[in-house]
């Protein structure tokens, strides 16, 4: 998880609205994610290239961080990963609901807008 972090931090730092990072914010993420979480992770020769944390509360699965090696940024292994967590949530009865944006845009779904961050199913 503190691979994920460090790819997604590094990314971040040009954002305007980026996250500030400490010690305890990663720590809180890391609590979250062993509580409720769930996370892909791209690997190469076992080194870490990129990944996804997502945090699931009941049947709603909000993905939080995508995060890669900018040297992999050609192959997208970040959102690689979180394309495969909405395949394996959409295979899931009690799973209804995923937000791709971490829950911060109003809920769009699927049917309403060709642009939606979040699908009903």
Aim: glycine share 8%.
């Amino acid at each position: 998880m503190r691979t994920i972090l460090a790819l997604h931090r590094e990314r971040s730092q040009g954002w305007r609205n980026a996250m500030h990072w400490d010690a305890c914010e990663e720590l809180r993420v890391i609590q979250m994610v062993a509580r409720c979480g769930l996370a892909g992770i791209a690997t190469i020769d076992g080194r870490c290239y990129g990944g996804s944390i997502s945090y699931r509360n009941g049947d709603v699965v909000s993905a939080r961080f995508l995060a890669q090696d900018p040297a992999y940024d050609l192959y997208r292994p970040g959102f690689l990963c979180a394309y495969l967590m909405c395949a394996s949530c959409a295979d899931h009865d009690d799973i209804r609901h995923l937000t791709l944006d971490g829950g911060k845009r109003p809920i769009k779904h699927a049917s309403e807008d060709s642009h939606a961050h979040s699908a009903t199913w």
